[in-house]
Nanobody
Framework: QVQLVESGGGLVQAGDSLRVSCAAS????????MGWFRQAPGKAREFVAR???????HYGEFMSSRFTITRDDAKNAAYLEMNRLTPEDTAVYYC???????????????WGQGTQVTVSS
């Protein structure tokens, strides 16, 4: 089992930067796949980014280069750095984890509770 706790969301202004965090427990972060998803009101949950055990990263097809996923092995955590935020980035951001290579959202069995990011114009 993997437990995930997100933090760092909040209300920011357009153009600001924000980093959301995902603390993992139950497994060492560097041995699992950790991903970020987001869900805006009335929209489907969409894939943002993933980091694998080797440190390799993968971003969603429509995800901007404004987003960067990183991992801190010492803190057993993953992060999503978001720059030049726009109101369209407003969503609940979810951390997810998988023990095996995840092809899609359904391959992540472990999820956090989400953290709200609101970007005002």
């Amino acid at each position: 089992q993997v437990q995930l706790v997100e933090s760092g969301g909040g209300l920011v202004q357009a153009g600001d930067s924000l980093r959301v965090s995902c603390a993992a427990s139950g497994r060492t972060a560097r041995t699992i796949f950790m991903g970020w998803f987001r869900q805006a009101p009335g929209k489907a949950r969409e894939f943002v980014a993933r980091i694998g055990p080797s440190g390799g990263t993968h971003y969603g097809e429509f995800m901007s280069s404004r987003f960067t996923i990183t991992r801190d092995d010492a803190k057993n955590a993953a992060y999503l750095e978001m720059n030049r935020l726009t109101p369209e980035d407003t969503a609940v951001y979810y951390c997810a984890a998988a023990l095996d290579y995840p092809s899609g959202r359904s391959d992540y069995p472990f999820w956090g509770q989400g953290t709200q990011v609101t970007v005002s114009s």
